[in-house]
């Protein structure tokens, strides 16, 4: 994340709403992308992948708890929702589907923005030194290199770039495309989608895992995510 600028998908039909919204989160450094319906903030999703969503719930075209569960369980990115309804109720609710946030209007657009940018801190787990630790498994992003115990394994390029990509977000789900999208910059328009599958096979080979999904699993029909066996899933500082 360090020396790029988070990106911020606004969904919120109210136009003045998200122009303050918008002007505020673009003070505070962030790169926005606003949408006013449920419609144009999948077409926006198809071509980029933003760092956090702000999604409010009450949208013209869809229910905005319909975009909630497709986006959290397809791992698009943290969701942080904008709710007109104070009560405990729809707060669970939306946690439950798998909000990161839930901030209740009329909101201070200072408080939207440290809940952003708790969310990212939450989301970007990479450790200052670039080392992620998970048990025996150790990505090293700086130096780019892999160790199971003390034992380098050598990775091509882009096995490295898929693993840590991965890596970086313990359990969140990415899909084929977003894994294109993300550690090659393609897209299934132009790359096939195998490519993704291929190597995620030659990772886990070379991370010589006897249980295939020990760190890479495959969640079906969606795409795949990174698991730490329990009790080793907290990147060492
Ligand atoms: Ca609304």
């Known amino acids: 994340m360090a020396g790029s600028a988070a990106v911020v998908l606004l969904v919120e039909d109210d136009r003045s709403v998200r122009e303050t919204v918008a002007d505020v989160l673009a003070e505070h450094g962030f790169v926005v992308i606003e949408a006013d319906s449920g419609a144009s903030a999948r077409s926006l999703l198809d071509e980029r992948t933003p760092d956090v969503i702000v999604l409010d719930l009450g949208l013209p075209d869809v229910a905005g708890l319909d975009l909630l569960a497709a986006w959290s369980s397809a791992g698009a990115a943290p969701v942080i929702v904008l709710s007109g309804r104070s009560g405990e109720y729809d707060r669970v609710v939306c946690l439950d589907l798998g909000a990161d946030d839930y901030v209740v209007k009329p909101f201070s657009t200072r408080e939207l923005v440290s809940r952003i940018n708790a969310v990212l801190r939450r989301s970007t787990r990479v450790a200052p030194t670039g080392l992620l630790h998970f048990g025996a498994l150790s ?20 096995e490295f770039d898929l693993l840590a990509f991965l890596a970086r977000s313990p359990r969140q789900v990415f899909t084929r495309a977003q894994l294109l999208h993300n550690v090659w910059g393609s ?3 132009w790359q096939d989608e195998n490519t993704v599958a291929e190597h995620v096979h030659r990772v886990r080979r070379k991370l010589d895992a006897t249980d295939r999904d020990r760190w890479i699993q495959t969640v079906r029909g969606v795409g795949y995510r990174f698991v730490a ?8 500082r």
């Open 229 to 236: 066996a329990t009790g080793d899933d907290h990147p060492a």
């Open 187 to 189: 897209s299934p328009n």
């Open 139 to 158: 990505i090293d992003t700086d130096a780019r290199e892999v160790l199971v115990g003390s034992e380098v394994r050598s990775m091509t390029a882009k």
